[in-house]
């Protein structure tokens, strides 16, 4: 049973996807945990996703324990964020987009994982991979999506190798303490994204864990990424890295330095110079992915020698 006053803010992100509000919304009220706070941001869809939050509000009697926040003007994801955090009063925060759903369950793990783990800020769980029209299409984003042993990762701290190198986790995963945006702040607006930055500022106080189990299903669309938002992707990465390498110490220093370089010369032309320099570049690259690959494999011998490993 949660703490008293172990509250959740879980914030859910709207934007154009009223098609999927009702069965996201549904998911996090139909969660085992008693205590949760609902703020629900729309970043000025274009669709009718306003009014299918409003119905789906007024059809579940909610409004006392529901925040509905509501932008003129689209601000993004960051901007978005931060306007919820100051909304909510919770203890905890976890993060869902409109076109994703919690698992039964899942929320109440994550709390037992952070209140059995005092010393970190956050956690991620697994998730179910589904698509645009709701099914499953990979048991689990790790290892069956994303190809890192981070439940053999996690026991041994080393959470922080598989942010810095695979820089992916999926957001209805996260949950942390309101005291992670007390301790690194909230989320930098300048950016398109915003897990990359906050997640390696998390990675950096290695205060960050991994929990196996399936907590929430994330919803992968179809639809390709623009050249625009390519290059907004580029340019977060470009200024994240630069940011945030010196937080960091050795392999993990230079990966990040890395992918600033990589992230810089996507953006440049192409010369004759710079792409030699781009070879050798690639070269130390190649050989700061083999240091992963080590460290994995080592971390899943250890594992193996040390029996089955439990992150909860």
């Keep these: ?13 709207v934007y154009n996807q009223m098609q999927f509000v009702d069965e996201c919304l549904d998911s996090v009220v139909a969660s085992d945990y008693s205590d949760i706070e609902l703020v629900i ?8 996703s306003v009014a299918a939050v409003e119905a789906w509000i007024e059809r579940r009697g909610t409004r006392s324990r529901v925040t509905f926040l509501r932008h003129p003007v689209n601000l993004g994801i960051c901007a978005s ?34 209140a059995a783990h005092p010393k970190k800020l956050a ?4 998730c179910r991979v589904i698509d645009v029209e709701g099914r499953v299409t990979h048991a689990g984003f790790y290892p069956d999506l994303v190809k890192a042993p981070l439940a053999q990762l996690e026991p041994l701290g080393l959470v922080p190798w598989a942010l810095v190198f695979q820089m992916w986790f999926p957001g209805p995963g ?15 607006t300048s950016l398109y994204f915003e897990d ?8 950096a106080t290695n205060r960050i864990g991994y929990l196996a189990s399936l907590v929430a299903d994330y919803r992968r669309h179809g639809a390709g990424t623009s050249v625009s938002q390519l290059q907004r992707i580029s340019e977060g990465i470009e200024a994240t890295t630069t940011k945030l390498a ?23 032309p192409r010369t004759i110079s710079r792409r030699a320099r781009s070879a050798v570049i690639r070269a130390i690259a190649a050989l700061a992915r083999a240091v992963y690959r080590v460290v994995c494999a080592w971390a899943v011998i250890r594992s193996g020698r040390r029996g089955p490993q439990s992150s909860a």
Excluded: H, W
Excluded at 41 to 48: G, H
């Design 246 to 268: 010196p937080s960091y110490r050795g392999v993990l220093r230079l990966q990040l330095s890395l992918k600033r370089v990589f992230a810089t010369n996507a953006r440049r």
């Design 1 to 13: 049973m949660p703490a008293e006053g172990a509250t959740i803010t879980v914030i859910v992100l």
């Design 196 to 203: 990359a930055d906050f997640y390696l500022r998390l990675g």
């Design 81 to 114: 964020l931060n306007d919820a955090i100051a909304a909510g009063s919770g203890r905890y925060f976890a993060i869902v987009a409109a076109d994703d759903r919690l698992l039964p369950g899942g929320l109440t793990a994550r709390v037992a994982y952070l």
């Design 41 to 48: 941001v729309d970043d000025a869809s274009r669709d009718a």
């Design 174 to 188: 996260f949950l942390c303490r309101r005291e992670a945006y007390e301790t690194l702040g909230t989320y930098d």
């Design 123 to 126: 956690v991620f769980g697994n």
